[in-house]
């Protein structure tokens, strides 16, 4: 199973990014997906995820209202859109699968995920 994701860069806050995330070696449909940031000296956090048919979305209260994420199981992708950026969204970004999860909060646990991406920087100069 490989994660690639994509679409970090460095911007200046209030701008917008868009990460996305191709999944290979599994069947799409069939795996939950998450985002989680790690940011220098800081835990790997959890910022966003979304089942299996994109029907249930889920966010960190520092996102809420600003990154929007989705899936497309056509193309076995998912993004995250990211808008009103803040300095505090500088982060290596990092797309997570895993499940299927029958409980709302294992989409928010990290050691619930069993395949992870690289990661991705997102710098936000203030």
């Known amino acids: 199973v490989q994660l690639q994701a994509s679409g970090g860069g460095l911007v200046q806050a209030g701008d917008s990014l868009r990460l996305s995330c191709a999944l290979s070696?599994?069947?799409?449909?069939?795996?939950?997906m998450g985002w989680f940031r790690q940011a220098p000296g800081l835990d790997r956090e959890f910022v966003a995820a979304?089942?299996?048919?994109?029907?249930?979305?889920y966010y960190a209260d520092s996102v809420k209202g600003r990154f929007t994420f989705s899936r497309d199981n056509a193309k076995n992708t998912v993004h995250l859109q990211m808008n009103s950026l803040k300095p505090e969204d500088t982060a290596v970004y990092y797309c997570?699968?895993?499940?299927?999860?029958?409980?709302?909060?294992?989409?928010?646990?990290?050691?619930?995920?069993?395949?992870w991406g690289r990661g991705t920087q997102v710098t936000v100069s203030s």
């Open positions: 997570a699968a895993g499940g299927p999860f029958y409980i709302s909060t294992y989409f928010r646990e990290r050691s619930r995920y069993a395949y």
């Open positions: 070696g599994r069947t799409f449909s069939n795996v939950d």
């Open positions: 979304i089942n299996r048919i994109g029907g249930n979305t």
